[in-house]
């Protein structure tokens, strides 16, 4: 399954899931619950998934650790906040370079309008 495709059905399931549960609740629901919505879809999930990464030609393993990697291709980072911060974005394409992955997805579960929480990033690699 392509990036997009991995993409498309994230966003389904969290129009799904924020439209059943709404804003609110904490960050850590909300990636049980997406993780459950698309292990059902049949999409395979690793949850706060530590990635190592090199640094001047040695393999740290203190790197990060992404909220969701779908099909080991797609991160999804989480919050539930009023509003999204620069600095959330900036974070995200730091751990796509880092892991050198294409995309990623932010999504803001805090916001009133699930379309106004979802953000995608893209690792031009």
Request: glycine share 6%; with cysteine; aromatic share 6%.
């Amino acid at each position: 399954m392509h990036e997009n495709q991995i993409a498309s059905e994230v966003v389904d399931a969290c129009y799904k899931i924020h439209t059943t549960l709404g804003p609110g609740l904490l960050e850590s629901a909300y990636e049980n619950v997406l993780a459950h919505e698309l292990r059902k879809r049949g999409l395979s999930v690793a949850c706060q998934a530590c990635l190592p990464f090199i640094y001047d030609g040695v393999e740290l393993e203190a790197g990060f650790r992404a909220d969701l990697i779908v099909n080991d291709k797609l991160i999804v980072e989480l919050k539930s906040v009023e509003k999204v911060a620069p600095v959330h974005q900036k974070q995200l394409l730091t751990y796509l370079r880092l892991s050198n992955r294409k995309l990623g997805l932010l999504v803001n579960f805090g916001s009133h309008l699930i379309k106004d929480g979802i953000f995608c990033v893209v690792n031009d690699l």
